[in-house]
């Protein structure tokens, strides 16, 4: 294997690779002190939309760990903003106002021009591009469909998405308008990224965990299958992550995603019998192992390796966490596990 | 069948029935104005240790809705509150001090005397089996160890149990002791419940969904597997209640409840296909599909009483919710569901 970036995108093909890439979802965040450096000089928003702001931290974590992919600094809620609703982002959480609570809200939105509403991620790409390539992949993102739309209609993180199935329970017609205007803009913006030179987009469907199987097919699935269908002729793997692995493993992947990154509600080795032949697996360390001693680490992250050794042949994997790095995680705990795996090959 | 209570009692023993009992968790509370009402002159605490006040806001939905069976008013945090630690209700939600990070803080709690800290509880299970029985069902009820540990580490309702995980990876023998403690303390409240006079109790592990398979059987489940092996000779059914059953619900039946009361992660069909035979079920619908107009919700239970119907011969059924009902949920829902239940005598 020659660059990081080839053996990222052998991974994401199921080619056979020497050892599995590495990155971690929110790799560029709090738990980093060259982060909360910048951080500390300016607000949120202004980095997301500050280009060279942006790459700077983008490139923080790949060059501290020597990860094999960094993934572009920025916010699924760029989509919501871009469509006239406003984010302040509060230490509680993001909030969003005005809430979107019927037909009426819906036609109200912004239509999203990418190359004009996006401009300063197409720029990003292009300053990390110019840093990383041909060493290292870039990955460009977005929330999908039902994640987003889950915001725009509760106002922040919450504890459900009641009044988003409540909204689908009660007017259908103007759920499904709500999906297909963010699908719209989703596919935009990933199709801009492609464009800008990213080697892969993850779509992260966060909040479709909420959903039980026969709602995840109705209300979220097609949106981002959809997507997935439109990013096709531009070349590119996509990635697609759930949380709640354990019930929506094989409808997520029905979807059509070249890799589907699970969290830790299952174990590998089950993931690995369900998913069909041709889709490559990212993800299923737990966060809470980084806090454990390295040595506990280096013996999870081996015994994950052997596994994918044992029975992933024309499989790809690429390790990651379930879910995003918080600002607690220790970063010895990060480091343990990038080195066990750069160790493995 | 008799009364509402053989009706209960048959399904956790999975037992025929003329229609699957149904109740709904968190059925008193904010979502009835009655219970509002009782609530704006007394704050939670004085309610949930006034046994007159329990009890009486406990059988507010039984006559409401003519449910077939109570499930006391009182709140999982009664065993941290007796453990020594204090619980304030916060409108973010509850929050405990001092929080439990060491051996010595495990060491610092104190010891709890079921009869003389819990005497409050008794007393409002014998004001209710006296004003209930025969005819309703009365469920007692506790959190899971693993839960109960979560709060008591992380000191309130938090987005992870990274703490919680983070003692686990890195003191086990203070791990250990603290779930000891809290699996005695927890065995103890259960056993003056069924002793004052409750039909069934319900283990509620509402935080156990935040861990994968392996820690799942290794961090929680010993401590609820072993609750349910001491109160097996007091002859009582045991319900256990688990979020992510589609992760875990193999592991969960494994720990030998009587009922395995299920999120709705999991389609009942197969939950039905993956729980061993002789385990009743209780729950599975969607709090949210209450937010749908009465047609809906009545076509919803039609189908999965039928597929109780076809496919769940010698097993025990309860309708129930996947979670426990919120504020915002209309009375009118609730209505309709349990009155389809009521009407497919």
Redesign the interface.
Known sequence: MRTSQERFASACRCEAVDRPPVWLMRQAGRYLPEYRAVRAKHDFWEMVRTPELAAAVTEQPVRRFDMDAAILFSDILIVPDAMGIEVRYEPGGPVLSPLVASLADVLALCEVEPARDFAYVAEAIRLLTARLHPEKALIGFAGAPFTLAAYMVQGG?A?????L??LA??DRGAYDLLLDRVTAAVTGLLALQIEAGVDAVQIFDTWA?H?????YVDLALPYTARIIERLRPHGRPVISYLR?A??HLEAAAAAGPDVLSID????LA?AMARAPAGVALQGNF????L???PA?IAGAVERQLALVRERGAGRGYIVNL??GL?P??PIEGVEALVNAVRGAG
Request: with cysteine; hydrophobic share 35%; aromatic share 6%.
């Open positions: 993180p504890r459900s998405v009641d009044r199935k409540a329970h009660r965990w959903l039980g199987p026969d709602d709640s354990a019930a830790c509600t299952i174990r089950d737990d966060p809470a192992l806090f454990a001693p506990v379930g879910q918080t607690e995680i």
